[in-house]
């Protein structure tokens, strides 16, 4: 098992900046793939960046491409999602989630974290 804890959402303006955190516990030497999925109101849970536990490589949503950038800290067992230039349209909640292989649905999931931009 592996449990994700999200943090660092929450309110900000229109070109403003955050920083989410997932902090990986348990067997964490399972997961390959860390990714950053978001689902705002009314809407359909969409991806929104993954990065290789082992190599470190990344790739974004369309959407957000130039303005996040995810990383991590093996050490830690921690990714991050720095978000800049935050537009209303990122407003969601995020979740963070595991897998073991590129070829494998995510199976782990965080409870989730609100982030909200005001225009």
């Known amino acids: 098992q592996v449990q994700l804890v999200e943090s660092g959402g929450g309110l900000v303006q229109a070109g403003g900046s955050l920083r989410l955190s997932c902090a990986a516990s348990?067997?964490?030497?399972?997961?390959?793939?860390m990714g950053w999925f978001r689902q705002a109101p009314g809407k359909e849970r969409e991806f929104v960046s993954v990065i290789s536990w082992i190599g470190g490589s990344t790739t974004y949503a369309d959407s957000v491409k130039g303005r996040f950038t995810i990383s991590r800290d093996n050490a830690k067992n921690t990714v991050y999602l720095q978000m800049n230039s935050l537009k209303p349209e990122d407003t969601a909640v995020y979740y963070c989630?595991?897998?073991?292989?590129?070829?494998?649905?995510?199976?782990?999931w965080g409870q989730g974290t609100q982030v909200t931009v005001s225009s």
């Open positions: 348990g067997r964490t030497s399972s997961s390959i793939d």
């Open positions: 989630a595991a897998r073991a292989s590129s070829y494998l649905p995510y199976n782990y």
